[in-house]
């Protein structure tokens, strides 16, 4: 053999033991890289699990993500405060509607009320969709003042859902029903409202729900087994929710909780056409201006984002402008009672099921 060949046959084997290190570098490489994905991709699941459960502890979480684990939300409150008024919306307290310039301090934070009772209490099902009409709910609360027979100061008082509807066949003066309300047929969960995001209304904190309604109630007197209806078709709205860090949110766009879970229910009748304590005769307009009020913002903007909205290859399509998600509440029903309850529940357990019962995820806040 010449020194040629033996040159030719050394280049190679050289070349097929690169070949076998290129390889094998390859295979480690690509083992790495899954591992590292792998990793990552745990390490991301227990940063969101670790986020999630931090929620309940009033620290930083992501956005509020659809619920995956079940249709149905039940939620009980204990510990109910009576508020004087939502927002700017001020009716009980001072310089408000009918003020209570003894009993409230103050009427516009969400703790400024008074205890509704040592066993108020709230029970309810909020079904996503409300899809088999599963969604009911019960709250009894003691009056802490007195306006008109029904409502008396002392008397412990019973609601009860009755429907969802938006408006009812007795209101005087029928409303638009917000988008985000229409297509949950006013029941649904993880939605952004109040505040900055300029959904129902923009002078109540924002706030994170983990499920919300609109509908109507009937109210009854059952103070010492008394059984008493008081007002049978009233308007409510109810979340249970907690408060956002809207700072935090538009900046970082983390869900950054400054409460526990609560429950927040309205149950409010304004008549027009009826001489009201202290203001006389209100048209249906006037009735209905106070839910949210004429002037807030939110009635003429969309949320809080740049119109159009370009969604960014590979995706495609362009939002122009959404329709305002703020809207009057349809609050005034000539044939009720003027009635009106804000109750704070502030504790409350909550725990997702499935149509079936089978519990799929709790939480407990308060």
Request: charged content about 15%.
């Amino acid at each position: 053999m010449t020194d040629s060949h033996r040159n030719t046959r050394t280049r190679t084997a050289s070349s097929k033991r690169n070949i076998s290190k290129l390889k094998m570098t390859g295979v480690i490489s690509s083992i790495l890289l899954l591992s590292l994905a792998i990793f990552s991709a745990t390490a991301g699941k227990s940063i969101v699990l670790a986020q999630q459960q931090s929620m309940s502890m009033m620290s930083s979480s992501p956005l509020p993500q659809p619920n995956t684990n079940g249709t149905l939300l039940k939620a009980n409150g204990s510990k109910a405060l009576f508020e004087p008024a939502a927002g700017l919306s001020n009716v009980f307290g001072p310089k408000g509607l009918f003020p209570f310039t003894n009993v409230f301090n103050c009427a516009n934070a969400l703790t400024c009320g008074v205890s509704a009772g040592n066993d108020s209490n709230f029970t309810g099902t909020f079904e996503q969709g409300n899809k088999n009409h599963m969604t009911a709910y019960q709250a009894t609360y003691t009056a802490p003042v007195t306006y008109g027979p029904e409502q008396i100061k002392g008397h412990t008082y019973k609601i009860t859902l009755t429907d969802t509807n938006w408006n009812s066949l007795g209101a005087a003066k029928p409303t638009r029903q917000a988008e985000f309300a229409r297509i949950t047929n006013n029941v649904g969960f993880n939605q952004v409202q109040h505040g900055a995001s300029h959904v129902d209304r923009s002078d109540v904190p924002q706030l994170s729900d983990n499920a919300f309604l609109y509908g109507h109630t009937q109210v009854t007197d059952i103070t010492k087994g008394n059984n008493t209806v008081v007002a049978k078709d009233v308007f409510t709205h109810v979340m249970v929710a907690h408060v956002m860090d809207e700072h935090a949110y538009y900046r970082s766009m983390k869900d950054v909780a400054l409460s526990p879970t609560m429950v927040f229910l309205f149950a409010i009748n304004i008549p027009s056409g009826t001489a009201l304590p202290g203001v006389g005769t209100l048209t249906p307009d006037k009735a209905q201006s106070f839910t949210p009020l004429a002037s807030d913002v939110s009635m003429k903007s969309p949320p809080q984002f740049k119109y159009p909205v370009n969604i960014p290859a590979p995706r495609t399509g362009s939002i122009a402008a959404p329709q305002s998600q703020s809207t009057t509440w349809p609050v005034d029903n000539p044939k009720q009672p003027l009635f009106f309850t804000f109750l704070v529940f502030q504790k409350a357990d909550i725990n997702y099921t499935n149509s079936s019962g089978s519990t799929s995820n709790m939480t407990k806040s308060g």
